[in-house]
């Protein structure tokens, strides 16, 4: 679910984000008045300023400075001009914010750089003369709309003034409040569909915030043959027929946008849809939280976020913030010594502080396997049929819910008669294609790969089919290749090019493309009590100031490889790249001395120790990774208990993927047990309930990994193009 607070980066974020909401709405001659103004310089001094500046490192997020009526204004493509108030002749201050920003001159006296207070290190550079955006007169709104039911929800509604034919509506629903929503929040978080012109509708969703009635997580699908049934998709249907007639000036049709959460909603506005309804673009949308999106994995439970999004979510009708305290030294606590100190999620609801379990929480504790109460929440379910066009995002690094947009994708498409089913992959974390960054993590891509979809596929998308203009071209999928680093469109994904193949888990920590020729095993042990964590620590909550949460997917595997608890295979170098396009699949055969067990299989691209980059020499970098709980093979409604030392099969997806491995890399797969505290622990003996295990429940296992003739443990790798061993190694 989405990322409650904004990482301000850039500077021109920076200035968006810290700038009261209540002020930007304004034109910067509004905000001046609103503001007041301090005493202008000399023009000519301003003059001097004026200019684009940069960020070297990041050059798609340049901001304008220039002067009008003695007072210098500063803009960028996603901020709205704003008056800035003389500090000194080089040191101007934001209004209401504690931040400034200060000029260095060159020689010739002229602005050659400038940095904000808050991220000195963050140089932008003059790159030439200042640059002037497109801002629509976006005029604001409000209104409490009624439902079916009664319960009414409020609505933000932003219409540009400056635009008088008729528009479209684009709707974004959402459980994260939109007071702040206006003019310069649109821009800020928008800009191409902001600049395209829509009546633009934010809606706080049931029982959050401004809206009435009660607020339930993922909501269940109810019976729409009731006329009285009420859910997320009756609820998007009751708002567009309102809109439709109370507000002037729509040409009759509405869209629907939302990332995460928001994006299960938009997703949501595509079953039995309002007839006004013609495109939707669900991104990253959670439409299944056991089954692969937010909560559970494969049966197995995210017990951090778990923890930290409910704890945020359901404290109150607004968004709380969660802590693990201090540790003796006063510092803040290691979320991994955090939650292994407590135990079980029952000892963390127990010793949360609060009086009552939160709803979903408690969900978590009664429900811990696939039964009703997930399934009527799953989405999937209900995708029988394209309704209208659908345009799916998905991140091949997002942390939260890459599985949901690539399910959505991959069960419209059976169905998609008018071919209306589209698909975007890209190497993004959790809503990153909203950002204009070259960069994720240690990762740099060359180009702004998120502002090259939203100018390209989004604006396009939406602009096609809610106003008929031409150049939308997109015939399927879209995917940003990895390790090319370049754009690729196929007409279905995965493309029939891609040949899957088998990839063997043989002797001696080798990889083969070859069956194994001697039986080999692989063991190790894997101890509850000293799990291998996901990322680097300390862990901190995952949505708290300086949270390590959002790239982790991206971290340099070696802080775990040589652990006696990880298993590890590799190719021989490559000498040629080595092309993997579509859905890797893991096969794995394994035993456990215990009665149940975790398997948690990695892809991972090795960088070779001479790589150009200095950041990125004998890097491990994971293209694929999942995690499957044993109790689950039979069945993921009815747990049951593994026979020690049974060899049991582990057949189970690690999600799609679009990635060269370059020649002079590494082909490496690994295997563990525990992946804390992203998961809980397995206790490794059978218990009814591992949300409820007790501390002697959690013992030691040996996990043993076979390959033989009649045990090929291997993953089914998509090659887009031929490998052998003379030509690759």
């Known amino acids: 679910m989405t990322q409650r607070r904004v990482a301000v980066a850039a500077l021109c974020f920076a200035l968006l984000f810290f700038l009261p909401s209540k002020t930007l709405q304004l034109g910067p001659f509004a905000q001046a008045a609103a503001l007041g103004q301090a005493a ?48 000194s002749p080089t040191e101007f201050a934001v209004p209401q914010t504690k931040m400034t920003l200060k000029f260095t001159l060159d020689a010739a006296g002229h602005g050659s750089a400038v940095a904000a207070s808050d991220d000195l290190e963050a140089v932008y550079k003059r790159t030439g003369d200042a640059v002037h955006h497109v801002f629509h007169d976006y005029q604001r709104t409000e209104a409490m709309i009624p439902m079916r039911d009664g319960i009414k929800l409020h609505t933000v509604i932003l219409k540009p003034a400056d635009i008088t034919t008729p528009l479209p509506f684009l709707v974004q629903r959402t459980p994260y409040g939109v007071d702040g929503t206006n003019r310069a929040s649109f821009f800020g978080g928008r800009p191409e569909l902001a ?32 006329s009285k049934a009420i859910d997320e998709s009756t609820d998007t249907y009751d708002t567009v027929d309102w809109l439709l007639k109370n507000v002037p000036g729509s040409n009759g049709r509405a869209g629907f946008v939302g990332t995460s959460y928001p994006g299960f909603l938009a997703m949501e506005a595509g079953i039995d849809p309002h007839p006004a309804v013609k495109a ?7 439409i299944d939280v056991w089954m692969g999106d937010d909560f559970f994995h494969n049966g197995a439970f995210r017990q951090g976020y778990g923890y ?58 009664d429900h811990p396997s696939y039964d009703a109460v997930w399934t009527s929440r799953a989405v999937e ?124 888990l043989v002797g001696d920590g080798l990889l083969s493309w070859s069956d194994a020729k001697e039986p080999a095993k692989t063991t190790y042990e894997s101890d509850p009590a000293n799990p291998v964590p996901y990322r680097h620590r300390p862990i901190q909550p995952t949505y708290s100031q300086g949270s390590q949460w959002f790239n982790w997917l991206t971290e340099d595997q070696r802080f775990v490889t040589d652990r006696k608890d990880v298993a590890v295979w590799k190719l021989p170098m490559l000498k040629k790249d080595l092309i993997v396009t579509g859905e890797v699949m893991a096969d794995i055969f ?75 890399h590494t082909v490496m797969v690994e295997i563990q ?57």
């Not at 009435?212 to 997580?217: A, D, L």
């Not at 698909?423 to 090259?452: D, F, T």
């Open 40 to 87: 202008a310089p000399g023009s000519a001094q301003l003059d001097a300023l004026s200019g684009e500046y940069a960020d070297p490192a990041e050059p798609d997020t340049a901001i304008s400075f220039y002067v009008e009526d003695g007072k210098l204004i500063v803009e960028s493509e996603r901020m709205v001009p704003t008056l800035l108030t003389e500090n």
């Open 195 to 226: 600049r395209d012109g829509y009546i633009y509708v934010a809606q706080d969703i049931r029982g959050r915030y401004k809206s009435e009635g009660e607020f339930v997580m993922s909501r269940p699908q109810a019976d729409h043959h009731d």
């Open 280 to 286: 939707i673009s669900p991104q990253a949308p959670m």
């Open 308 to 365: 930290d999004y409910v704890y945020g979510m359901e404290s109150n009708k607004e968004n709380a913030e969660d802590s693990y305290g201090k540790d003796k030294d006063g510092k803040p606590k290691d979320g991994f010594d955090y939650f292994l100190e407590r135990g079980s999620f029952a000892e963390d609801v127990k010793k949360s502080g609060v009086k009552q379990p939160f709803p979903t929480w408690k969900l978590f504790l």
């Open 381 to 504: 379910r209900h995708l029988d049929t394209v309704s209208v066009p659908t345009l799916s995002v998905s991140g091949y690094y997002d942390q939260e819910d890459m599985w949901g947009p690539q399910e959505e994708y991959k069960m419209l498409e059976p169905h998609d008669s008018k071919h209306e089913n589209f698909l975007v992959l890209g190497p993004w974390r959790h809503g990153s294609w909203g950002s204009s960054s070259r960069h994720l993590g240690n990762l740099n891509y060359g180009e702004s790969i998120g502002k090259e979809y939203r100018s390209q596929i989004e604006s396009k998308f939406f602009s096609h089919y809610l106003k008929d203009d031409p150049g939308f071209d997109l015939e399927d999928t879209a995917s940003f290749q990895t390790g090319s680093n370049t754009w690729k469109r196929y007409s279905q994904f995965p493309p029939k090019e891609a040949q899957p193949t088998s990839l063997h």
């Open 590 to 664: 394994a035993s456990t001395a215990g009665t149940d067990n975790d398997m948690v299989v990695k892809l991972i691209d090795q960088y070779p120790d001479n790589d150009p980059d200095p950041k990125l020499r004998g890097y491990q970098l994971m293209t694929n990774e999942e995690i499957f709980r044993g109790r689950y093979l039979e069945s993921f409604e009815k747990p049951t208990p593994m026979r020690s030392g049974s060899v049991r099969e582990y057949r189970y997806s690690l999600h799609d993927v679009d990635h060269v491995f370059k020649a002079g």
């Open 673 to 729: 047990s525990t992946w804390f505290p992203l998961y809980d622990r397995n206790p490794q003996t059978f218990v009814p309930n591992i949300m409820t295990a007790k501390p002697e429940d959690y013992k030691p296992a040996t996990i043993t990994i076979y390959s033989d003739p009649d045990h090929d443990s291997n993953l089914q790798v998509p090659l887009m193009n031929a490998c052998d061993h003379i030509e690759c190694f």
